[in-house]
């Protein structure tokens, strides 16, 4: 059988060859198969037509014969890597007197243990023909001897590029492609294979939404070990061609380059009405909704690669029409789902953590006054993609006005949107398998969360805390009210408590003035149990208002804290100083020389 099987291989052989297509650089493809048959071949055959730069009907493919699996062999094998074999040098040598000078070699191969043989006696072919040796080596997921594309790189082989795949992940052809994708899809859609067809649509026949299918779409890139599409494909055909065209990720350069632009979904929960207006910067209104009920939901916010960290990078005047993902931070899409769509889309993410010890954890961020829902999911966008959260980014949206002179009625909706946070926290409390949450409130946004934490905790005093973290950014709330009457009846829900406040914040120092009463933002207000931390001295330009009363998400030393506190470091490794002024203790953060 064997011998048939090689017989085949060195006819196949010479009927390539008196092919070849006399183009200025020729391509020799050498496939190094574990074992050899017809669907295999016609799966082999496919596969240089999506590796190889040019034309593809110039290259000449070659079959490296498969080691047989015999008692002899097993017996050759036990001695270690005794050499490449005969059938196999009769191919390279084959190989060598048909090579010329710039002519290209692509190797392909599983990891056996006669691959690092064959790449070494290439490499010296390929010197000594001034070609070009390329590998491409599918990953054993067997017992078989690891080796790895480091390895090649640091022995005496002169290989100029290293590509890896797992063997159930590689782009063999069209066949192969279409029934990886399938079986992937299936998983992440939670539906059998046959379900897929080449003519599926992941949104009008899946039932996708456009944020699951970019996620889906970023994810078979990565399996397949191709750049990501910059388009939106929604039919299996289309993905399957795109992969077998697209270009591969080199492993050997040790990282990607840096994207153009990145996507960060985020989910919420509001209680602001619809529009019915499909340009997702307008998908939601100032107003309230109408129906006593939450709207659940995800957004995907497109993030330039050349973002700054603390910055909302925006066009000019804000012009839709200079928009340019390159350069600017904007919402991409906005997608409304049901409660229960909304919770089961949670867990599933939940369910494949990553190794990182946050990524099962959750942000929950909750904006202030004069803030449209765009804004507040730019802002949550920017806040956990700077800070590098790797669990659940989410946000919780009440009906501001966004109007500079709408402070009376967004304070009205923010006390009236009390009960829609706290029925927001049950929820993913109850119904999700988070397992820390960190709150984070700025402004007005923490007389939303105060009042449903008062309320949490005045039904039901839980016997250990909910929350891991608390975070109140410049918060704009009666401090005598919150240090006397509050603040003993909600310690206890969580398991630290932060406070940023600064004493150049002129936006408190208004609402001081409208409520006729001190804010717990400004000035310094001593409370036992939680970590007041004056911001003070980081803040400049105080003829902005985003910078003096949006530090906590726009100064670099102030975003790096809010890191520092979600990853439970301690003070010390914050670099905090505790400092003392009119009797109170309080910790400070000193502006950096750079800053």
Request: aromatic share 10%; charged share 20%; glycine share 6%.
């Amino acid at each position: 059988m064997i011998g048939r099987i090689y017989i085949s291989l060195i006819l196949l052989f010479f009927l390539v060859i008196q092919n070849v297509n006399a183009a200025a650089v020729r391509q020799f493809v050498l496939l190094d198969p574990l074992s050899v048959d017809s669907s295999q071949c016609e799966s082999f055959s496919n596969a240089f037509r999506q590796q190889l730069e040019g034309d593809a009907h110039g290259a000449v493919l070659l079959f490296l014969p498969p080691v047989a699996q015999s008692s002899s062999y097993t017996r050759a094998s036990a001695k270690g890597l005794i050499g490449i074999g005969q059938n196999k040098s009769v191919v390279i040598e084959q190989l060598q007197t048909l090579l010329k000078a710039g002519d290209k070699i692509t190797y392909l191969a599983f990891q056996q243990t006669s691959t690092a043989a064959v790449v070494e006696r290439l490499s010296i072919v390929a010197a000594l023909k001034q070609a070009a040796l390329r590998v491409i080596l599918f990953r054993d997921r067997g017992d078989a001897p690891s080796l790895s594309a480091t390895a090649l790189h640091q022995s005496q082989a002169r290989v100029d590029e290293v590509f890896c795949y797992d063997p159930g992940e590689a782009p063999f052809g069209y066949p192969a492609v279409l029934r990886k994708t399938r079986q992937l899809l299936a998983s992440w859609l939670n539906i059998p294979p046959h379900f897929i067809s080449p003519e599926s649509d992941l949104i009008h026949s899946l039932g996708a939404d456009h944020i699951q299918v970019y996620e889906m779409l970023q994810k078979l890139s990565r399996a397949f070990r191709v750049k990501a599409p910059q388009d939106e494909l929604t039919v299996v055909a289309d993905i399957v061609a795109y992969i077998q065209g697209a270009e591969s990720i080199s492993m050997h350069k040790g990282k990607v380059e840096k994207q153009q632009s990145y996507i960060q979904t985020v989910y919420y929960g509001t209680n602001r009405q619809r529009t019915g207006i499909k340009n997702p910067e307008e998908f939601y209104s100032g107003k309230r909704e109408p129906d006593a009920k939450l709207h659940y939901g995800s957004v995907a916010v497109s993030i330039p690669g050349s973002h700054k960290s603390g910055a909302l990078e925006t066009p000019f005047m804000g012009f839709e029409f200079l928009r340019n993902p390159k350069q600017h931070l904007y919402i991409k899409t906005v997608n409304e789902i049901s409660r229960d769509l909304f919770f089961q889309m949670l867990n599933e993410k939940l369910a494949n953590p990553g190794s990182d010890e946050l990524s099962q954890d959750a942000i929950v961020f909750i904006h202030g006054f004069n803030v449209a829902f765009e804004e507040a999911a730019r802002r949550t966008a920017q806040i956990v993609f700077d800070i590098n959260f790797p669990g659940l980014p989410l946000f919780f949206s009440w009906p501001s006005d966004a109007k500079l002179l709408g402070y009376m009625a967004d304070r009205e909706d923010a006390v009236w949107s009390v009960g829609y946070l706290e029925q927001f926290l049950n929820e993913l409390q109850n119904q999700t398998g988070v397992k820390r949450f960190h709150l984070i409130a700025h402004s007005m946004g923490n007389q939303v969360l105060i009042g449903a934490l008062h309320q949490i905790a005045m039904r039901s005093p839980p016997a250990a805390p909910l929350f891991e973290n608390i975070i109140l950014a410049a918060p704009d709330f009666d401090a005598e009210l919150f240090e006397q009457q509050i603040a003993p009846e909600v310690l206890g829900l969580a398991n630290n408590w932060t406070i940023y406040a600064s004493d150049k914040d002129m936006a408190l120092n208004f609402s001081t003035s409208v409520n006729s009463a001190v804010r717990l933002g400004i000035p310094l207000t001593a409370l036992a149990g939680m970590q007041v931390i004056d911001a003070t001295g980081i803040e400049v330009s105080p003829w902005n208002v985003p910078e003096f009363h949006s530090y906590y998400a726009t100064k670099r030393q102030v975003i790096k804290d809010v890191e520092a506190t979600i990853q439970r470091k301690s003070v010390a490794q914050r670099g905090l100083v505790l400092r003392t002024r009119n009797d109170i203790s309080y910790w400070e953060l000193k502006k950096p020389e750079e800053e």
